[in-house]
């Protein structure tokens, strides 16, 4: 890590870093983000990809590749979003497409800023520039920091593209048949996992993971870990609690963290009447989405956090055997009272998303609104709109 865990970045931490490296494997420094530098952001940006991932800090003069001081940044372009400008012209000429993590760090000089642009070792690897046919990496020179990949590389880096997504696949399939011991497959429920989107490496040892679970289960408000039902599994640790069937009791629950970044749950949909006594109509209680959906993102936020991970994520939720069933998600009288313009025709319902550890916490509203409206939306069988806005005030109500 070349930057510390800490955030946001200021123009210390920029300091710090120019104390301790030169331009290398990992670090390249610019005075400014001119065009000549706007023309070869491409090629740092995925020869970083490419490698061991780096990071580029322009407004550091830096000649043969030794930060000299002043620190004291450049000129902030009058009108112009940088990070934006960035993830255009990475978008527009690396394949696959790759968006580093961009931020603009004042500096203590008036109107200068610094860029910061981390990029982290991606399994999407080798990424290609100008019209996919060139591949770089670095070399760790600083006179010729990047260079051309040879064909032997190239194979080596699609091995490494290959690999990450099989141990993905592997994980959540482990994870699905141990829910299996809580939850009913062939009943209505929840299945949500938040995972690297190439998992490549073990984020800490199995021991931390139950130390972290130990840790975060004390507070019941966000805990999705019943005290009394941890156990150890390989790679991490595994929570069960048995069925409940009514709003007295908690539905049937699995949750898995594993050492390798997958936070999973699946739950039992508890199933209650329509309205009251005068309408037992049966519907699928909303809150057995929303909560463990809610309580998964804060506790994958806190989790990689805690193990420094803020690469890419891959988030994926599905709701099984759902045909014919009800679910009110906004509240009753707005939108009528009749459970058939909430009932679902088919038997899944999933949603996925590709987001960045600062989705999670500066978009949480955001991002579960988007999540809900695309789930709800075979639920909402009524000739008006689907109800966005007011399924956000409910997000809103229910994270307050």
Known sequence: MIFTAERPITA?????????????????????????????????????????GGVLV????????????????????????????????????IYPPLIPQTKVVQSDVPDHVFLVIEVEESSEAPHAIENSKKVYVRTGSAANPYDLADVELIIDLLKRRRDPLERRNRLL??????????????LPFVQISIC????RSALCSSQ??????????????????DPNSKKRIPDGTASLTHTGATLEHPPANYVEIGRYGLLFVARQFRVIP???????????????????????????????AANGYRGGLLVNISLHHVQGQAMRFVASGMFGDDADDFRCYTDLVSAERL??????????????????????????????????????????????
């Open 58 to 93: 322009v407004g550091i003069n830096a000649p043969n590749g030794e930060p000299q001081s002043p620190f004291d940044g450049f000129t902030l372009p009058p009108r112009e979003e940088l990070p934006l400008t960035v993830e255009n012209i990475c978008l527009r000429n």
């Open 12 to 52: 210390q931490h920029v300091r710090d870093v120019c104390a301790r490296f030169n331009e290398g494997l990992r670090v390249e420094y610019k005075s400014v983000f001119d065009a000549s530098v706007r023309t070869q952001l491409p090629k740092i940006v995925s020869s970083f990809a490419n490698s061991q």
């Open 173 to 186: 399939e482990f994870a699905e048949q141990r829910s299996y011991q809580s939850v009913h497959h062939d």
């Open 196 to 199: 690297p989107t190439f998992p």
């Open 355 to 400: 987001i960045t550890m600062d989705q999670i916490r500066a978009l949480r509203v955001d991002l579960l609104t988007e999540i809900l409206s695309d789930l709800t939306w075979a639920f909402w069988q009524s000739n008006r709109e689907l109800p966005v806005a007011r399924l956000r005030q409910t997000v809103e109500q229910m994270i307050g």
């Open 208 to 225: 931390a993971v139950w130390d972290f679970v130990l840790l975060h289960q004390v507070n019941p408000a966000t805990s999705l870990v």
């Open 274 to 304: 329509w309205t009251d006594a005068a309408d037992q109509r049966p519907q699928l209680y909303f809150a057995d989405l929303f909560q463990p959906l809610l309580r998964l993102t804060i506790l994958a936020e806190q989790f990689y």
